[in-house]
């Protein structure tokens, strides 16, 4: 057969392009699912570490604010007190801490809620003497070693009770003198 005369593809040519099309949208498959995999675990990690931020940022805050802090009847409840506000709980889960705080007198409780990932234990410490050093340590559950790296660390977020409360004298009125 003249190969100018041809008018079609052969069948080995329809094969060899068919297959080539398979292989090259198999290896696109793989490497969106892999990318969709690494943006899922990118955004989990950002959010964990979001939320880490906000409760360092609060849990300071709300010690700095307080005058004494108390372990209460419930194993993992601490109780900070505040001189003019209502006092603030912290609850401690496995895989979550809940802070909860009055907004008043005859007001309703506000909630905050925030979420450990499943291998982290929360626990609070406190350091005796002035001035009080109270800590929130965020400890990595026993898991079996990894084939490389280091085991993680705990995560220590510390904050100086009633850091907050400056008890300055009066300023003394200037004297003038003639």
Not at 38 to 61: I, K, N, P, V, W
Not at 76 to 86: E, M, S, Y
Not at 115 to 125: E, G, N
Request: glycine share 4%; proline share 8%; charged share 25%.
């Amino acid at each position: 057969m003249n190969i100018k005369n041809r008018r079609g593809y052969a069948l080995i040519e329809m094969a060899s392009v068919i297959s080539l099309s398979t292989v090259l949208l198999g290896m696109a498959v793989g490497l969106l699912h892999v990318l969709f995999q690494a943006d899922r675990s990118a955004r989990a990690q950002l959010a964990h570490h979001a939320t880490l931020s906000r409760l360092a940022e609060q849990f300071r805050r709300d010690v700095h604010d307080a005058d004494a802090i108390t372990k209460t009847d419930d194993a993992d409840t601490w109780r900070l007190a505040r001189a003019d506000n209502p006092p603030i709980l912290y609850r401690l889960t496995d895989s979550t801490i809940e802070r909860v705080a009055e907004k008043g007198k005859n007001h309703p409780q506000k909630r905050e809620t925030f979420q450990l990932p499943r291998d982290i234990t929360p626990t609070i410490q406190t350091s005796p003497g002035s001035p009080t050093v109270v800590a929130l340590i965020l400890y990595p559950r026993d898991q079996p070693p990894q084939a490389a790296g280091p085991a993680p660390l705990p995560m220590r977020l510390e904050a100086i009770l009633a850091r907050d409360h400056h008890h300055l004298k009066k300023p003394s009125s200037p004297s003038t003198e003639n």
